[in-house]
C-alpha cells in the first residue's frame, strides 16, 4: 500500500485548508475495509492521532480540533480527506495520512501545514 498526502501550506489563523490521501496498490475491498486515519507531528513533539475513519462511519478525534476537523473518505477514488477550518498556530505540524488494514499498518510521506497568527 502506498500513500501520497498533500494540500499542505502555509495559511493565516482562522483560515482553512483540506488534506487528501490517495491510497493505491490496495485493492478497493480491503481500502474499503480499512480504518483511515490522520495524525500530525509538531517540531520537538511525538505523532499524534488527529482524526480517524473506520471502516463505517465511526469517527475519532482528538479533543484540540473537535467541531473544526472533518475528516471522510471516497471509497470508490481510495481517497481520505481532512477538512481543517478555523486554523490556530497551534495546529503547525507534518500531517501523516495512515491506513490500518488488518494488522499492518501504512504510512504517508506528510505534508506540511503552517498557521501564522
Known amino acids: 500500500v502506498q500513500l501520497q498526502a498533500s494540500g499542505g501550506g502555509s495559511v493565516r489563523a482562522g483560515e482553512s485548508l483540506k488534506l487528501s490521501c490517495r491510497a493505491s496498490?490496495?485493492?478497493?475491498?480491503?481500502?474499503?475495509?480499512?480504518?483511515m486515519a490522520w495524525y500530525r507531528q509538531a517540531p520537538g513533539k511525538q505523532r499524534d492521532l488527529v482524526a480517524e475513519?473506520?471502516?463505517?462511519?465511526?469517527?475519532n478525534y482528538q479533543d484540540s480540533v473537535k467541531g473544526r476537523f472533518t475528516i471522510s473518505r471516497d471509497n470508490a477514488k481510495k481517497m481520505v480527506y481532512l477538512q481543517m477550518n478555523s486554523l490556530e498556530p497551534e495546529d503547525t505540524a507534518v500531517y501523516y495520512c495512515?491506513?490500518?488494514?488488518?494488522?499492518?499498518?501504512?504510512w504517508g510521506r506528510g505534508t506540511l501545514v503552517t498557521v501564522s497568527s
Open positions: 495512515n491506513v490500518q488494514v488488518g494488522s499492518r499498518d501504512y
Open positions: 496498490r490496495i485493492i478497493t475491498s480491503d481500502f474499503v475495509k480499512s480504518r
Open positions: 475513519l473506520t471502516s463505517g462511519t465511526s469517527t
